[in-house]
């Protein structure tokens, strides 16, 4: 599947979008193309990730927003239903205590020090709170939730709650729970199963026993 099927959207707007690129000479996208894509597109927001796909190097999935604020070398991925809220800060690993030297100028090199670009991974569903810390390296399970100002240096479980310096608060839902969820992927569904299903999401129980097995 060519980009332009992955988004949904037309040559004409691939074109346009690469024309703008070229003038002004950078990735980064225009401010005033996130309106653009939400007006057209809703909160799938299909324009804007295209662009973060095709010239930042970031895959975002459908009706994720505040991924903008996690734009970095280190990000390799994001999810689908994403909530990100502003002034994030990713963090990448150019020093190692355990060398001589804690100094990584002359050594940030992958033959010496592991890479970090692209290397952390924010899965589907998760909501990472404002002005919070992500360490290179990090993956962020689906159904997470990151407690504004967290800083996050290991692996976030699926499902679960964290706050401040890696503290795990609670698993958000049972064992069972979290497998069932896990299993059926729902991001993953056509947007019109996804819509139908909201009815019930106030009941993850009910919401698991409906959907499941179809």
């Not at 505040?66 to 963090?91: A, D, M, T, W």
């Not at 990090?138 to 310096?165: D, F, L, M, R």
């Not at 979290?178 to 139908?196: A, C, G, Q, R, T």
Request: net charge positive; glycine share 10%; aromatic share 14%.
């Amino acid at each position: 599947m060519s980009l332009l099927e992955e988004y949904g959207i037309s040559k004409f707007e691939s074109v346009y979008l690469e024309t703008i690129r070229k003038i002004r000479g950078t990735s980064n996208p225009p401010e005033w193309l996130y309106k653009h894509s939400r007006k057209k597109y809703g909160w799938e927001d299909n324009l804007c990730r295209y662009w973060y796909d095709r010239y930042v190097g970031i895959p975002v999935g459908k009706f994720t927003y505040g991924y903008r604020f996690v734009k970095s070398p280190e990000l390799h991925s994001v999810g689908s239903f994403c909530s990100i809220g502003v002034g994030q800060n990713i963090v990448g690993n150019g020093h190692n205590i355990e060398y001589v030297s804690s100094y990584g100028v002359f050594v940030a090199d992958e033959k010496y020090m592991p890479c970090t670009a692209r290397s952390i991974i924010i899965g589907n569903d998760v909501w990472i709170g404002a002005h919070s810390v992500l360490r290179s390296g990090v993956q962020i399970g689906h159904g997470a939730v990151i407690g504004a100002g967290s800083v996050i240096t290991k692996n976030v479980a699926p499902y679960t709650v964290v706050v401040g310096a890696n503290r795990v608060v609670k698993q958000r839902f049972s064992d069972d729970i979290v497998e069932d969820l896990l299993s059926m992927e729902w991001w993953n569904w056509k947007n019109e199963k996804i819509f139908e299903s909201m009815k019930y999401w106030s009941d993850v129980t009910d919401f698991i026993q409906r959907y499941k097995h179809i």
